[in-house]
């Protein structure tokens, strides 16, 4: 069992997109800088606790029942956050196998050019981390959160200027 940690080399991926200038760069943005980080809370993987997911959440998020919509699960902010932060990496299990890589609720492709290099699953929570409980957005302009692969591990950045108390993370 392979935990989503290491960076992988020869994937081409070391562009990195700033929503300042409105570009990609080779690597960090040489104006703004690199993306900030909100760290995840530390906790050792697989070893078969199913809240392992809950507790990697990191500080100004929290995740279960919305406080705006009762019916409704998923992750939210506990303050307004600035833009230009990165969540991650999206952990889980590392498949190459074809037969599986595919789009689901939890899975991401990490890719090399166009074509599919392996996929990351988290759908085992033991062995996976909170942006799992992040929800897809129904429409773009819905989504607040962007997914980017970056020396072959992903990662969610906001989309917005400020991410706002209380909102729902939802990823595109
Ligand atoms: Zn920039």
């Known amino acids: 069992m392979v935990i989503n940690y290491r960076e992988v080399d020869g994937l081409n991926d070391n562009s990195m997109f700033c929503e300042l200038c409105c570009c990609d760069w080779d690597g960090d943005c040489p104006v703004h800088g690199p993306l900030k980080v909100i760290q995840d809370t530390k906790v050792p993987p697989g070893v078969g606790d199913r809240k392992r997911d809950v507790k990697t959440l990191p500080h100004f998020f929290s995740t279960g029942q919305s406080k705006i919509s009762e019916s409704s699960t998923g992750v939210w902010a506990d303050r307004d956050l600035p833009a230009r932060h990165r969540l991650g990496p999206y952990e889980g299990t590392l498949s190459t196998d074809r037969r599986q890589v595919r789009t689901t609720g939890y899975r991401w492709k990490i890719k090399k050019g166009d074509r599919v290099h392996h996929s990351v699953n988290a759908e ?31 990662y969610f950045r906001f989309v917005t200027i400020c991410f706002k108390f209380g909102y729902s993370c939802l990823v595109s």
Not at 130 to 142: D, Q, Y
Not at 146 to 152: D, M, S, V
């Open 124 to 154: 085992d929570p033991s062995c996976s981390n909170w942006l799992r409980r992040v929800n897809c957005a129904r429409s773009e302009e819905e989504a607040n959160l962007i997914p980017f692969q970056h020396r072959g591990l992903i």
